[in-house]
């Protein structure tokens, strides 16, 4: 029997795709809490009542601070692994490759999420969330680590330590989080393009000098 009664409830899709909306409204509104005043400082209130909600209604969707924590770091840890993947995806020698996922991760760190990552301490997240915290950005260092393993067998980087040209490449990508601010005389565009072209003159091969 056909049923063309059109029903004021919504479908299973409808209301999962409700939920992630909802889900992600709160982690928006709470990771700029977290970047303005600190993770400790913030409270599940200050998010309730910006949302126009009350705090039960946040547990309907997080079992907890942490885990609301969790997610806004996940979030941008897995935005700079998408880029490492677009990258690769792409091909090219190893400086272009670097180059390409410098700039993609540099215009990460000026976005909501990924600030929360270089603003959040380890010790912030209960010892389950550390723990996969860490491995996601071993995962992420181990890429650059092979982007630049690459541009070093190709002769398009400089040879040296990979781990030390990857944690400095990292150290400086990550503090532009800590200063960047929308309202500032750069565009995130213009701050990555300056960011990228100084650590990229740090890891080219030095031309022999004229007469050696």
Not at 46 to 69: C, G, M, Q, R, W
Not at 94 to 105: C, F, P, T, W
Request: glycine share 6%; aromatic share 8%; net charge positive.
């Amino acid at each position: 029997m056909q049923n063309n009664v059109s029903s004021p409830w919504p479908g299973k899709a409808d209301r999962a795709r409700q939920r992630a909306l909802k889900r992600e409204a709160v982690l928006t509104t709470a990771v700029r809490f977290f970047n303005q005043k600190g993770f400790h400082a913030t409270s599940l209130d200050d998010v309730a009542e910006a949302l126009n909600v009350t705090k039960p209604t946040i547990y309907h969707y997080f079992k907890s601070k942490d885990e609301i924590l969790f997610d806004c770091v996940k979030q941008g840890l897995e935005a700079i692994r998408a880029a490492a993947e677009r990258v690769e995806a792409q091909g090219g020698t190893g400086i272009e490759r670097l180059r390409s996922l410098a700039y993609d991760y540099a215009i990460c760190m000026t976005q909501d999420f990924c600030i929360c990552i270089t603003r959040t301490a380890d010790h912030e997240l209960s010892p389950k969330s550390r723990a996969r915290f860490r491995a996601l950005k071993r995962e992420i260092d181990q890429t650059m680590r092979q982007v630049i393993r690459d541009g070093i067998a190709d002769g398009t980087i400089a040879q040296g330590d990979e781990r030390i040209i990857s944690f400095t490449m990292a150290g400086a990508l990550n503090w532009i989080a800590r200063w960047f601010t929308p309202e500032g005389p750069m565009s995130r565009e213009e701050v990555a393009e300056a960011t990228v072209a100084q650590l990229m003159s740090g890891v080219l091969p030095r031309q022999e000098a004229p007469g050696r």
